[in-house]
């Protein structure tokens, strides 16, 4: 069972959770019916690959199948690198990053240099930071599945930009620049390679920004005099050469045959796959977007243009020593050969003495780089050889920081291997056995131990607030990490043939769920207490009073209070309120606020928690989908009070579901009754009875039901309804007309939040009933003032508005009105879907007109 009940935004999209179980299903069956005619070796080898693959979000300990043996054993006979560079979660080319990592056996990296932030979600309604790091948990799990690492900068997806001079200015181009700088010089690539060119095919201003960043890097990271700050930590770095990676979609190709290509579509009959096959599992991760990819299967070449360096003439490492002999220690090569030519799949054991014999040789290797990364691949080998599997859990999913843990140390060896335990360590307390605790055969043996929650689980990034462009990270060793990297662990020192070996396995709760099974949690811990407030924001257009709910939890024993930082021009009651509660607890208390007077304005709302004499502003927002593993952040406790002059016409709205948005939670704020209609209910019911009816963003790409229920919308508005449909993309609309008459939505958006907009038709009701509209109530607008406009409108329509991004020509396809019949059309694709939420007074008062129709 779940371990924590959800709120409604925070539950699990249970069509995304069918369509797994059924992919599932089917995944479970091919898998019998793929290996009937295999080999024996192949199927001890095949089926392991595909079972461990699938377990392996499941789990801290990394697999130890034959597959993975076999794969070790030849990673570890190669020393090179290359890193992957572009803008954002899904831009990476999955099947080169298969290629390179699990049949070139190189140390494969993606440095996103964002998390993807400002993208659309599909599955949910999580935007902004939200969405980031639901991408974050997507890219993660592409890369267990192609073998590549992961790497971030600090920069944040602000959304769509047309050109990189807009996207550096906002970025702030030297700070993230120090970040590719950083990632290259930890990493150390052999080779560097874009995804984008940096002359502007990519078509996006990010795209194009993360090849002009890669190219300075490329030149910086060799520079000792640039950013010397990171030389405590790090060392210049120069790579041998960077390139770009051809492309050839959306009518764009930067291929030609006079480049450098690589066929990336053969087959591994070890993990009894190719590429593209390993590629189609990786992509589809990213479900947020909409991005399950077919298997591909057979010859599929990748094309390179050098940048900078030498170009490659036979071989993408063309003048890199990628062998033992790059550190001047072939004899480890030859002794690895060996090994691995007199491993037996029957007994792995057999060849953990001369494996142990390998590392004291590798441990002396003089590069410290190659040391260090040989040293885990080939400590990780010996243990799945040995057959030693060891986790650690806590007890409880939760914890208030500062209180002790309860934890679990679980280790089993499941061969007869003469393994021992030296010490666990759980960062608090070290439990000491000398050596001379021996692991009995195939036992699973249990250690308890009490740790303390030492540090609040906040995603690193999200820890204090940060500008438009850039995350704020003042601790430069967090930079380029996907997660925390101080995140609870235990470290295990055993003994095996004599050596001292040091393992850290990453310490999470883990649970059994009927439906999913055993699933791992990562760790939260909290702040004593979280207080989440109901609403984001709270609007006023009077001075008449309004209650504000505050729900607050407990997660230790905890005596305090909660009070609201005080705000000029508002009065809030009481001052504070005590309590006395134990863990677990959660309760709800409320706040009377009111403006002092009618001038408009908007203030923040923040309440504090004070608990033995420390105050706390955190609330709580767990997020969970089954596709990536349980996301919990502790935002800021805030909301917006907004006084503004806002008129109301009519009150009851019904709402469309689309691919995800918090309109109808916006529009309930503003007193409107919105309720989502059911397919039953838009065919069946009398629609009449609401004043206006409302299509999430992306209804008609995502609901193929309307299809069917398309016509009664339309006798819903000739017989006197108010439709108002919200921006759908371009491609993959489900009908053949959205409205009464032609129009198209295209790609094109104004992504200048501030673009001057001008008024077409200012005597049109949607500008006037029942506010009037003013240059000003397009003032404060985030992120974008629209996307996907539309073009080829038919002359029943009126534009109401026309903008444009600096140096286009003029847009009047951000919003169009009809009247129809004895009802209103309204298709807008303004940004209302991240205005509203946002408290933007003006795209409050501007939507509430397109609610409104006058009577008669």
């Not at 235990?490 to 003994?495: A, D, L, M, S, T």
């Amino acid at each position: 069972m779940l371990s924590y009940p959800l709120a409604e935004s925070q539950r699990v999209n249970h069509r995304q959770k069918r369509a797994l179980a059924t992919w599932k299903r089917r995944f479970d069956a091919r898998i019998v019916f793929l290996h009937i005619f295999i080999t024996m070796k192949q199927i001890k080898l095949t089926v392991l690959f595909l079972l461990i693959a699938g377990a392996v979000f499941a789990q801290s300990a990394p697999p130890a199948d034959l597959t993975t043996i076999e794969q070790s054993f030849k990673k570890l006979n190669v020393l090179g690198s290359v890193l992957y560079v572009a803008a954002h979660p899904d831009d990476e080319n999955t099947r080169l990053l298969a290629y390179l990592a699990q049949e070139k056996h190189y140390r494969t990296g993606y440095l996103s240099l964002t998390r993807g932030d400002g993208g659309q979600n599909l599955i949910g309604n999580e935007q902004s930071e939200l969405l980031g790091l639901i991408r974050t948990q997507e890219l993660l799990a592409a890369r267990r599945v192609d073998g590549a690492e992961q790497f971030f900068t600090r920069a944040n997806d602000f959304g769509f930009s047309k050109g990189p001079e807009e996207t550096l200015k906002i970025w702030d181009r030297e700070k993230v620049l120090g970040d590719v700088v950083w990632v290259i010089r930890k990493f150390r690539p052999d080779v560097i390679i874009c995804r984008f060119p940096t002359t502007g095919e990519g078509g996006h201003g990010h795209h194009t920004s993360s090849a002009i960043l890669a190219q300075e890097a490329f030149t910086v990271a060799a520079d000792p005099k640039r950013f010397p700050e990171q030389l405590q930590y790090v060392k210049p770095w120069q790579a041998k050469r960077l390139l770009v990676n051809g492309f050839n979609f959306g009518g764009v190709n930067t291929t030609s045959e006079d480049q450098f290509k690589i066929d990336v579509g053969v087959y591994n009959p070890i993990t009894g796959k190719g590429y593209g096959e390993v590629a189609a599992d990786s992509r589809s991760n990213h479900k947020t977007q909409g991005f399950g990819t077919a298997k591909q299967r057979g010859e599929s070449y990748e094309y390179f243009k050098t940048i900078l360096g030498d170009g490659p003439k036979t071989d993408l490492m063309d003048g890199v020593n990628t062998t033992w002999g790059r550190v001047n220690a072939n004899a480890i090569s030859t002794d690895l050969t060996a090994i691995r030519k007199d491993f037996d799949m029957d007994h792995p054991e057999k060849s953990v003495p001369m494996l142990v014999k390998l590392l004291g040789s590798v441990e002396k290797i003089s590069d410290p780089y190659w040391r260090t990364l040989k040293t885990k691949e080939l400590n990780d080998l010996i243990a799945a050889c040995a057959g030693l599997w060891f986790e650690s859990y806590a007890t409880q999913p939760s914890y208030a920081v500062g209180d002790p843990m309860q934890i679990s140390s679980q280790v089993l060896c499941r061969y007869n291997a003469s393994v021992k335990i030296n010490s666990i360590d759980d960062q608090h307390n070290v439990q000491h056995f000398d050596g001379s605790k021996v692991i009995p055969a195939n036992q699973v043996q249990t250690f308890p131990s009490t740790g303390i929650a030492a540090k609040i689980t906040q995603p690193y990034w999200l820890e204090s607030p940060h500008e438009q462009g850039t995350y704020n990270i003042p601790n430069q060793q967090d930079v380029g990490n996907p997660e925390n990297p101080d995140m609870p662990k235990v470290i295990y020192e055993f003994i095996i043939e004599g050596k001292a070996i040091v393992f850290e396995r990453r310490l999470y709760y883990k649970y059994v769920d009927p439906v999913r099974g055993e699933v791992y949690q990562p760790i939260e811990i909290a702040p004593p207490v979280t207080a989440n407030i109901e609403s984001k924001d709270y609007i006023f257009n009077s001075q008449q009073p309004q209650t504000v709910q505050v729900k607050l939890q407990s997660f230790t024993k905890a005596t305090g209070s909660i009070s609201i930082k005080p705000i000029a021009g508002w009065k809030i009651a009481p001052d504070k309120i005590d309590f006395d509660k134990n863990k677990g607890d959660e309760w709800t208390i409320a706040f009377t606020v009111a403006p002092t007077d009618n001038q408009p304005k908007v203030s923040v709302f923040e309440a504090m928690t004070n608990v033995g004499g420390k105050t706390y502003t955190m609330g709580l927002h767990r997020i969970r989908y089954d596709h990536v593993p349980a996301i919990t952040l502790f935002p800021s406790s805030q909301a917006k009070l907004i006084n503004i002059d806002l008129k109301i016409a009519g009150r009851k709205i019904g709402y469309i579901e689309g691919a995800g948005d918090l309109m109808p939670e916006a529009l309930t704020q503003v007193g409107y009754d919105v309720h989502q209609l059911t397919e039953n209910e838009l065919m069946n019911s009398d629609l009449s009875v609401y004043d206006a009816i409302v299509t999430g963003v992306r209804a008609y790409n995502v609901n193929k039901r309307l299809v069917v229920e398309q016509p009664k919308l339309m006798t819903y508005v000739n017989n006197g309804g108010n439709l108002v449909v919200q921006y759908n993309n371009n491609n993959g609309i489900v009908v053949s007309q959205i409205g009464p008459y032609p129009f198209r939505p295209v790609n094109q958006r104004v992504t200048d939040e501030n673009a001057k907009v001008t008024v077409l038709d200012p005597q049109n009701p949607v500008m006037n009933y029942p506010n009037k509209i003013t240059q000003a109530d397009f003032d404060g607008w985030i992120q974008e003032r629209g996307l996907y406009f539309v073009s080829n409108i038919d002359p029943h329509y009126q534009a109401i508005l026309q903008m444009n991004d600096p140096g286009e020509a003029p847009n009047n396809g951000s919003l169009i009105v009809t009247n129809y019949g004895k009802g209103r059309f309204v298709y807008t694709s303004l940004d209302f879907f991240r205005d509203l939420p946002a408290g933007v007074p003006g795209a409050y008062r501007l939507f509430v007109n397109l609610l409104s129709k006058p009577k008669g």
